[in-house]
């Protein structure tokens, strides 16, 4: 007898929500010359964190800290909020697991965007929710029509991720704080904030902590450059962040990521360096993007958002034909927003070698559908 | 309103599985001289481990290879399996989670030894299931009766670990796959091996992994001497292994701990040295035991664990006597078990330490009592 799965698990597909550069490069069997398609944060922590992670491998054998109560304590000062408003968790990928644990059983509706991250649908489906999808507009989410939706459907939770993934738009927190007047009492907003660190400033939330209709995400793994350490916390009012205590795994994080996320946050210095290289490099990847006659768009994120002018195909055929030249990156799922591709910033060895090889590449991707 | 957690949440309480050792220093105000706790592997990992991580520090702005191709190829190959029948994880406490969620819901049962692993326990409570304990027999787990009670109780899993935690004991390998022939149908052994590595060469299952009524799960936490960077595997039929890639965190392991858990496996010659430095420590610990009147139960594990010849009330006190004066160990939960503390192996300087206080902690645990 094959093993007896829940009914939810056995009708689970067994599925990746994407595929990762380290597989990409062994099909086909060389490693990428420029890696821009993970939006990871080429330019790397502090060197502090790099110091500190080294120091505390040597500590290895000994568990992390369950509550990771010097980061927490850390961040609940550096956010001026209480050690009880910050939960840490293995990133916002673990953390968006966490929160669809609590809140979605079979039967409940979730609303996100068509098109948005697709981990957090992963987890949704994971857990038996249905998935209610609003489509983008103007290249935005959709606030006003996710909120709808939300109260439409009875949601328990709605997902917005501000700056948002894979367009790269963002709005402001005041735009946010208002649009929250509107849903209706008992749905929570999951804020997705990985990219917020790249932000202009006024995308900040302009909620007290405790305001029980919200549940903000950060990261260590976009402007921190940590995305291997896997640390990402949770800012929201005591008792969400406190029913995490009943699921997480509190023995679930690396203890040399601990020390590491807490020299990084301690090194605004370099935090705000990796800022202004990733807006060096966003420049730089719109004026290749218009070099080749393509339309950068506005970005808050640490990648570019690029129109081709043209349709999914085009995409799908850039995307490969830039892999084959040694170049990854990625694009988004869904049409009409599958017209562009999606280029992470990389340093300006990395930068050089998308604008050496983006004009053949386009080349070959229009030449392939001719 | 407050967050609408699902019903089987918002039953749960808040909890922890045990407290950690820091939390313990933090409360105390000062370090632990000794830290002989947690069964950790003081003796820590091999140095390439360390290099290995090292190294592999300086790419942590990448996220971890999704599948851990290269961990798992090679862990394939060391225990001559195929790429199928092994899984990577977050620790076995992840792997425990995984396995619980694929197959335990609200209504079903789990049978396990009352005194095992307590976060097993927690998995199996967060997911809902019902938790059937039956008590060690001999202070081993009872291995016929778990057997029993999981057929009385149509249970979807049976827990045990081999050798177990907290007492140390261990069936062999050909005992275990002799009462699998009683289990019904339909229900899975969870065989935690965590610590296998210290265990006599006869714990080894004498079964084909394709075997689909058991899935063993090991980790690098012990032996390995890697607690701190969560990294544990399974081994089983392929269909049961695949059913993770429904509901694992694809990016969820830590990047460094992939490359240096490798590594480790790489250096068996360490490993060996391990094994040898903690049997050492075994006698050691035995010796001071005895030299103070107590009675050091047979250990197949990195720790022992010593008979105190009284009740959970002295154990409780020597617990906390040994802790004032700097050293950290446990002890079983229940009765008869909780008669005895559990030690785990440490250097030639943390036994030191121990010999030299455990007299008056002693003396101060009975007189408390008195």
């Given amino acids: 007898m094959p093993p007896r799965l829940t009914k939810l698990a056995d009708s689970l597909p067994a599925t990746v929500p994407f595929i990762g550069p380290e597989t990409l490069e062994r099909d086909r069997g060389t490693a990428f010359r420029a890696r821009l398609g993970a939006n990871e944060n080429i330019f790397g922590p502090s060197p502090q964190a790099l110091q500190a992670m080294r120091e505390a491998d040597a500590e290895i054998w000994k568990y992390g800290d369950a509550p990771s109560h010097d980061l927490r304590h850390a961040l609940a000062a550096h956010h001026g909020v209480g050690f009880d408003n910050i939960v840490i968790g293995e990133g916002i990928d673990g953390l968006l697991g966490y929160v669809t644990r609590l809140m979605v059983e079979p039967g409940d509706t979730v609303v996100t965007s068509a098109g948005a991250y697709p981990t957090f649908n992963y987890h949704v489906n994971g857990y038996g929710g249905t998935l209610s999808m609003v489509p983008y507009a103007d290249d935005k989410e959709d606030l006003p029509s996710l909120i709808a939706r939300a109260n439409e459907t009875d949601a328990k939770l ?8 894979p367009m790269g738009s963002y709005w402001t927190g005041a735009e946010i704080a208002a649009a929250l007047d ?3 009492d008992g749905c929570l907003l999951v804020l997705d904030e990985a990219y917020f660190e790249t932000a202009p400033l006024d995308a900040t939330l302009p909620l007290p902590v405790e305001d029980p209709r919200v549940i903000r995400l950060r990261t260590f793994s976009k402007a921190y450059g940590m995305a291997g350490a896997r640390i990402g916390y949770a800012i929201g009012a005591a008792p969400i962040i406190n029913a995490f205590e009943k699921i997480r795994h509190h023995f679930g994080m690396n203890r040399s990521a601990q020390a590491g996320a807490l020299a990084a946050l301690q090194d605004q210095q370099h935090l705000a360096w990796v800022i202004d290289a990733v807006a060096a490099a966003r420049d730089e990847i719109g004026r290749i993007a218009r070099d080749n006659g393509l339309t950068p768009l506005p970005s808050a994120t640490n990648f570019v958002t690029v129109d081709l002018g043209a349709d999914g195909d085009l ?3 850039l995307v490969a034909s830039l892999a084959k030249q040694g170049v990854f990156i990625r694009m988004p799922f869904v049409a009409p927003q599958d017209r562009c591709v999606r280029i992470s910033c ?5 930068l050089a070698v998308l604008e050496k090889v983006l004009p053949s590449a386009l080349a070959e991707a229009r030449a392939s559908l001719a």
Same sequence: chains 1, 2.
């Fill in 182 to 184: 509107d849903l209706s």
């Fill in 315 to 317: 995409s799908r055929a």
């Fill in 346 to 350: 990389g340093r300006p060895e990395d």
């Fill in 158 to 165: 709605v997902y917005i991720a501000n700056p948002d993934n």
